[in-house]
Each structure stands twice: as structure tokens, then as C-alpha cells.
């Protein structure tokens, strides 16, 4: 038995509401760069739909994660080395920018400098690959909130893999939202496909990474994942994913997707895992059992056995405590209403999801009855509008038994907590036919409810003696122009030295301040400014005596390039 320690996050799918905050500030921290327009590491799909890249669930087409050869060995689906070798110059399995979207931008300039005319000025779409007009026609967000519709859903994979008895007639469309970031799985094939050793699952954390240096664009990872989280960076010929924000996680905070969640759905934590099971788990023949294998890889943080265990593998005494305390291994294992997302591609993911539950009460309510009644909830499951056979093929491979149990303890929760915020007596009836107790539900409650900021992110803090080993040695992702992101060659380029970041920062802010011109004659955009150093010509009216306060942000309004007297405009030399 070999004790290994992952990072891991579960999403409670009936808390989101599809508002991609997540979405923004995870593109705002990390892909708000040149070459990465077109990427986002975290993405909200409505489901049904196509998904980002489009299809990107149809492995017959993509060739992505593993499959189990008829000796019971696993292999990747794309072919082995002498495969990849053969196809290493001109991989044909892969996403297009069709399949993702071409990134645009608007002509705003048009917007603040038309002339007077009898017609509102218009800010056509830019390409912001070409430069050209364009007409927009997808993105990676296309098919938000369609619910469903056949415009988009036809093409869903597994929509297509589910049987006919679910109806897509208008009124009987269903939709729910699923968030996605990279899976930092246990068994990735990511890893398995880089024919140049670039990516690597971090023996801290197992949190999946690309080496900068070593990456040499073969693109073969972008194939290997399954869930097409990896991209491609046109600029450096680099490959890039989602990190999980690793330098907040080794200070113990969230992901920055966590951390501005509005629906409070993402919860993060540790968990322990027997490495040396990994592979006989992910390679079970029938993909129904790929659920239990995999939670079987799990340990029992509270068993001496396996703490004595994880302390002869190094892991910290606080990082033990952190397992025991994860809501993650609670989701999981205790409650076991955390379903992992495509098992069947045999990746072991650990990203995973409590699938949503919300509308049967509305299936229930329409029909006359009480919504939150156990009796009638329970019945009600089969019914409930978004198919658990879809919910299945996502979550556990097709099977629905796992699905509805999971969604029959959900049903319970609320039933038996409705009985306690109306002052009723506590009925153990019904957390005993979940084979739950009735303390076990308020915890779950409280945990899928009410949890506080420190129960849904349990995140120890990295060592002092781990440091070494989690140094930031290839990370593209700093700013523009840091390690990894340049020099010459056949698979990347860059002019000029690397610049320091806080230098390049520097001169970002003083050309926004000072290169910035008016949008009108006469007028001042006042996003111009962010309130440091001169304010922009116009911004403040002029001092009319000696008696006049300065102008915020400008203690020495007299001495400013900009500033204006009562002489008018002064020149730098006279303000000295």
C-alpha cells in the first residue's frame, strides 16, 4: 500500500445558477493573455448541449482516456508510443478552432470617436486571431440556457447513447448547469500521451501540471484528455490547463472558481488514496463497477493503520488532520452522494458532483401534491424531468442505481430537515430508508446548506520542507514573457529579453494613464484613470485661486503635465 494525498473538488449541481463568475474571474486570473483567447480552463455548460469543444464526450471521434484490452490491461484509446510516434509531425485527432470558437473583440473605438450622424454608431465583431470583420456564430458558451432545444441538443453525445423515451418535445425539455475545470484525475491520460515527459501529476497534491521548458507542442495531451481540458497556446506552442490555482492552494486558500462562487456549490479538500490500486481500479471490465473501484482506491483518513501509513510516506501530521476533516471524503464515502464525471473513460477523475435534484419538486407540486412529502418525493425520482438516464450517462457510466440513490438520500435530506423548520418531531423513518441515521442528514444538511467558508475549504498549507519540490519551475502563466513563454525556435518565439513582471506592469499602467486620449474633443473617459498617479487632461476642472483644493489623486496639481491654471494648459517646464 502506498498513501497518497489529492486535492480534490466537489460541486453540488443544485446550487448553480449558471451566472459564469466562476467562468470570468478563472479567465481574468489565468488565460487573459495573448495566444489563450479561445480557452477557458473553467467553462459552464447547460446541459443538454454540445458542450466546449463542441462534442468533446464523443470518444469514438476524439479518441481521448482509456480502454480496456481484452487481457484486462488498460491502453490508451489514441494509440500507443510507436502510434504516437508515427503521427507526432500531423496529429489528426484534435479540436479545430471551429470546435472551440473564434475569439472576438468589438470595435469600440467606433463607439467613442463617430462623428455626429443621423444613425447610432455600431461596434462590429473583430477577429482576434485575424484582426478581420467576422460574424459571430458560436462560442464557448453557445448553447447557454437553450434548455434543451433541438436547435443544439440533437448533437449532445449523450443524449444520443440514451434511449427514446426521453421526449424532446418543447414542453418536456429539461436543462441543469455543469461547471467543468480540469479533472486532475488519478489515472491521466494526459500525462500518459506527452511524448515528451512535459506533464506531470504533482507526488505532493496530485495536482496535474504542464513543464513549460519541457513541453515541446506535440499536442498529443489535447488528444489524451478525454474531458479536452488541455489547450494549446498559439502564441508560445506551449500546452496549457487549469492548475487548480496551486499558489493559493499552498497558502491554504481556495481556487479562485471557489473563492467567488456565488452559489457556495464548490467544496475542496484532501483526500487519501492507495496509489498501487489505481490501475486495477480504473481497470475493471464492466464500467458499471468503475464507481465502487474507484471509491475503493479511497482511505479511511480516521484508521490508524492507514494514518501510521501516510506519516512512513511523509505526509504531514496536518495535512492527516486536513483528510479528516475534508468534505470531500464526506461527499464521497460517508454520504456517497459525489458521483465522479465519466468514469467509463477510466481517468479515475477527481473532480466530482452531487447531481441536481431540484425539479422533481416541481413534478411533485404540479400534480396537486405536497413537494417536499417523503411519500410522495420518493415516488416522484423516476418521474423527475431531467432523466436520470441522462444523469447516469454522465455521472456513472449508464448505470441509474447510483443516480437514484443519490438523488433518494437528497430527497430525504429535505424531507426530514422540512419537518424540523416547521416544528415538527424528527421522523427517523425516513433517514432510516435512505439507510442514513438522523443525525447523519443534519450533517449532510449543514454541509450542502449552511457550511461556512472553512468547512467547504479544508486546504492545509504546503511545508517549509516541501518547497523545494513545489518551486514554480515551469509556469507559463505569470505575465507575458515569463519562463516558458518565449525564445526562439520551431514551436515558439518571442521578441525581445523576458521583462520582469512588476517592470511590465509598470508600463502597462503608465500608458494606460498617459497614452490614453479623450473619446471626444472636449470630453474625458473617465475609464481612463484608475485614480494613481496624473489624472488625464479635462478630469478635474482647473484651479481658479490660490484658495482651491487640489484634485484627488493629485497633491500637486500645480506641478501636473496635465494640469490646467488659470493661464491656461502649463508646460512641465513652468510647473517646475
Not at 133 to 149: C, P, Q, R, T
Not at 181 to 194: D, M, Q
Not at 214 to 227: E, F, H, K, L, S
Not at 261 to 285: K, M, P, Q, T
Request: include cysteine; hydrophobic fraction near 35%; proline fraction near 8%.
Amino acid at each position: 500500500m502506498k498513501v497518497m494525498a489529492q486535492m480534490s473538488m466537489v460541486m453540488n449541481l443544485d446550487k448553480c445558477i449558471g451566472c459564469h463568475t466562476c467562468s470570468v474571474t478563472c479567465k481574468q486570473a489565468w488565460t487573459n493573455r495573448t495566444g489563450v483567447e479561445y480557452v477557458w480552463f473553467n467553462n459552464v455548460e447547460t446541459r443538454p448541449g454540445i458542450g466546449y469543444p463542441r462534442g468533446y464526450e464523443d470518444q469514438e471521434r476524439w479518441q481521448g482516456g482509456w480502454e480496456r484490452t481484452k487481457r484486462g490491461r488498460l491502453k490508451l484509446k489514441a494509440g500507443g508510443r510507436i502510434s504516437k510516434i508515427s503521427k507526432i509531425f500531423s496529429n489528426p485527432k484534435l479540436p479545430e478552432i471551429y470546435d472551440y470558437y473564434e475569439p472576438w473583440t468589438y470595435e469600440y473605438d467606433m463607439l467613442l470617436n463617430a462623428p455626429a450622424g443621423d444613425h447610432t454608431p455600431v461596434a462590429k465583431p473583430k477577429s482576434l486571431i485575424t484582426g478581420d470583420d467576422m460574424s459571430i456564430s458560436w462560442s464557448a458558451n453557445w448553447d447557454d440556457n437553450l434548455g434543451g432545444s433541438t436547435e443544439t441538443a440533437a448533437s449532445d453525445p449523450v443524449l444520443q447513447h440514451m434511449s427514446e423515451h426521453v421526449a424532446m418535445e418543447f414542453e418536456q425539455t429539461f436543462m441543469f448547469y455543469l461547471p467543468r475545470i480540469c479533472e486532475h484525475c488519478l489515472n491521466p491520460s494526459c500525462v500518459a500521451s506527452c511524448p515528451s515527459g512535459a506533464m506531470y501529476k504533482r507526488v505532493e497534491d496530485g495536482i496535474v501540471l504542464v513543464d513549460q521548458d519541457a513541453c515541446r507542442g506535440w499536442r498529443m495531451c489535447v488528444t489524451g484528455c478525454p474531458y479536452k481540458k488541455v489547450y494549446f497556446n498559439h502564441k508560445t506552442g506551449k500546452a496549457e490547463k487549469c492548475t487548480l490555482c496551486y499558489p493559493r492552494i499552498e497558502v491554504g486558500l481556495p481556487t479562485v472558481c471557489s473563492e467567488t462562487c456565488v452559489g457556495r456549490l464548490r467544496y475542496l479538500g484532501l483526500v487519501l488514496y492507495d496509489a498501487d490500486r489505481v490501475a486495477a481500479a480504473a481497470s475493471v471490465e464492466n464500467e458499471h463497477d468503475l464507481l465502487e473501484s474507484q471509491r475503493s482506491v479511497f482511505l479511511d483518513p480516521h484508521d490508524p493503520a492507514i494514518i501510521a501509513a501516510a506519516r512512513a510516506e511523509g505526509i504531514p501530521d496536518d495535512w492527516i488532520d486536513a483528510a479528516q476533516q475534508s468534505p470531500i471524503w464526506r461527499l464521497i464515502q460517508q454520504y456517497r452522494v459525489a458521483l465522479p464525471l465519466h468514469p467509463e473513460y477510466r481517468t479515475m477523475p477527481m473532480v466530482w458532483y452531487i447531481p441536481p435534484l431540484s425539479p422533481v419538486v416541481d413534478v411533485v407540486a404540479d400534480s396537486g401534491a405536497d413537494g417536499e412529502d417523503a411519500r410522495t418525493l420518493f415516488a416522484a425520482i423516476d418521474r423527475l424531468r431531467i432523466p436520470v438516464e441522462y444523469l447516469a450517462g454522465l455521472f456513472t457510466a449508464g448505470d441509474v442505481q447510483p443516480v437514484q440513490a443519490t438523488l433518494r438520500k437528497l430527497a430525504a435530506m429535505r424531507s426530514y430537515m422540512r419537518d424540523i423548520n416547521l416544528g415538527d418531531e424528527r421522523n427517523e423513518s425516513i433517514a432510516a430508508s435512505v439507510g442514513m441515521t438522523g443525525a447523519e442528514i443534519e450533517e449532510m444538511y449543514r454541509l450542502l446548506a449552511i457550511a461556512k467558508y472553512e468547512e467547504r475549504y479544508v486546504i492545509p498549507t504546503a511545508h517549509v520542507e516541501q518547497a523545494e519540490a513545489l518551486e514554480e519551475i515551469a509556469c507559463s502563466l505569470d505575465y507575458d514573457g515569463g519562463p516558458g513563454m518565449g525564445g526562439a525556435g520551431p514551436f515558439g518565439s518571442s521578441s525581445g529579453p523576458q521583462v520582469p513582471v512588476a517592470v511590465e506592469n509598470f508600463h502597462v499602467l503608465q500608458s494606460r494613464q498617459t497614452a490614453d486620449r479623450p473619446s471626444t474633443p472636449g470630453r474625458v473617459n473617465l475609464l481612463n484613470w484608475d485614480g494613481l498617479g496624473d489624472p488625464p487632461e479635462g478630469l478635474f476642472p482647473p484651479r481658479s485661486g490660490p484658495g482651491t483644493p487640489e484634485a484627488p489623486g493629485n497633491p500637486a496639481a500645480s506641478g501636473s503635465t496635465s494640469g490646467s491654471g488659470p493661464s491656461g494648459p502649463r508646460s512641465p517646464e513652468s510647473s517646475s
